[in-house]
């Protein structure tokens, strides 16, 4: 399997070349030439196995470039005993076509963890494999989830240093804490002034400057990226839906071809482009339910016929990690979709860097267009959603994962579609508690840690022990910059 950049389609690396580099230098993402197909028979066998087993399965049929053992090395490292459960990723029935996909139980309560306890182990063997005798420097742009999952992934990690950039104001108290206090000798942290596009927009420009690289590659350094704009990172997010279907085939939910649908809460596009490759490798999903926030570029995207426009208000809203108007990972979409387009792909980023928005053509739309819905919740309706579920089913939604319920039952409501659905959960109720305690009627305190307490005295739910335990970690990072400074910034943190 080789991989091309959305921007030059002929560009053509294998995954460890892709992995280790993150992003192409034409500023493109890297992407299989095809997505590869399931067997009869694969399902049945990947129902017998464990979440490692679906991993060298998944690994298998894209990182051509390892071997066998390679592989199960990696599915055995990543998914261990950091998460809280066996089974990695649970899945939860709530109603009866409801089923909740725990993507949070890993050691950062969100979903990241579910890729970047994988993307270090990937990157150390990517750059073995390719020979890379450099160090990768990690640079970070974060609405919160990301930088800590990966600060928690990258820590100690040999050849690697990491730099993570995060909204000053666009972040939870626990999130921010999560932050400061990781430890490990090769990690840094530091706020800007601005929002999570500023910070992914100022990284993007950092990583297709020539003069930068080459001052790097003469200290023996090289940029690199962790975050949803490198492969490495999307790969790993494929198993998880081919899991949670084997699972339901195991509790009886389903008989294997049987169709469910996904509804994911989406910001970058990451999560809900994984379940799309799972689709169209044989997974019988029927429709991919795209669930947004007030900041409803793509809910506008699919039921305008791929008119994308990011001319508009940006809201901070309770589900931070989607607060986001520029979907990154849509541009593989549109490259899968124009059939390896890269000049479509080019013409259409163009013109979303000049004008701020596109228009899919309609022949290349109505390639993707009928696999998705798409549908958004204001605070009022995420708030409402939390407080009716816990009372309804006795389960604490987070803000995020509450937009994607309260999509979902508009989906159910309009469509009368009863298939059942898979609603991937992105983070624990205790990441968002102030939000979370504020939702169900409760008083918050201003000091974001005791609302952990709180929200565990009210719910008879425990904290996770790792956010239960920031309380007693020293806080390492406290430097705020202006955004217009990214690149000095990190300049200076690599030593340059
Ligand atoms: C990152 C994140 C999302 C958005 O996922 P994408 O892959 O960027 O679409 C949603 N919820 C939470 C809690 C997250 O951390």
Known sequence: MRYLSTRNNKIDLTSAQAIAK????????????????MQAGDIEMLCKTDYQ?????????????????????????????????????????????????????????????MALQMLPHLMTASLAKT???????????????????????????????IMVFYPENGVSDVQKLQMATQKGANVSVCAIDGNFDDAQSAVKVIFSDD??????????????????????????????????????VNAGEIAIGDAINVCVPT?????????????????????????????????????????????REFFLTNSP????????????LLFIASEYNSEFVCDMMN??????????????????????????????????????????????????????????????????????TVIASTASPFKFADSVLSAIGEEISENGLENLDLLAKRTNLAAPKSLAELKDLEVRFTKSIKKETILDEALTLINL
């Open 267 to 311: 910001g970058n596009f990451g999560n809900i482009l994984a379940a799309y490759f799972a689709k169209n490798m044989g997974i019988n999903i029927g429709k991919l339910i795209c669930a947004s926030n007030s900041n409803n570029v793509l809910t506008d995207f699919f039921k305008k016929d791929g008119e994308y426009d990011k001319n």
């Open 321 to 332: 990690s989607m607060d986001i108007l520029i979907s990154s990972n849509l541009e593989r």
């Open 351 to 420: 013109s979303l860097k000049t004008d701020g928005k596109y228009k899919v053509p309609a022949e290349i739309f109505s390639k993707i267009g009928t696999d998705f819905d798409a549908g958004f919740c204001d605070e009022k309706e995420t708030n409402a959603t939390i407080a009716e579920y816990l009372e309804k089913t006795g389960y604490l939604l987070d803000t995020h994962t509450a937009v994607a319920v309260k999509v979902y039952k508009d989906y159910k409501e309009a469509t009368g579609d009863t298939t059942k």
């Open 131 to 161: 020979n890379e005798q450099r160090t990768a420097c990690i640079l970070v742009a974060t609405s919160g989830d990301t930088g800590k999952a990966a600060l928690e992934g990258f820590a100690d990690v040999p050849q690697t240093k």
């Open 22 to 37: 993150g992003l192409s230098d034409d500023g493109g993402l890297f992407c299989p030439e095809s997505i590869p197909a």
């Open 211 to 248: 003069e930068i690289a080459k001052k790097l590659d003469a200290e023996g350094l090289f940029l690199s990226s962790a975050n949803s704009i490198n492969w490495g990172r999307l790969v790993p997010q494929i198993i998880y839906y081919i899991s949670a279907y084997c699972d339901m």
């Open 53 to 113: 087993g679906r991993t060298q399965y998944v690994f298998d049929k894209f990182l051509t470039d390892f071997t066998a053992d390679e592989i199960a090395n990696l599915a055995k490292n990543a998914y261990g005993e950091k998460f809280d459960t066996k089974e990695i990723a649970p899945v939860v029935k709530t109603g009866d076509t409801e089923f909740i996909l725990e993507l949070f139980r890993g050691p950062t309560c969100a979903f990241k963890d």
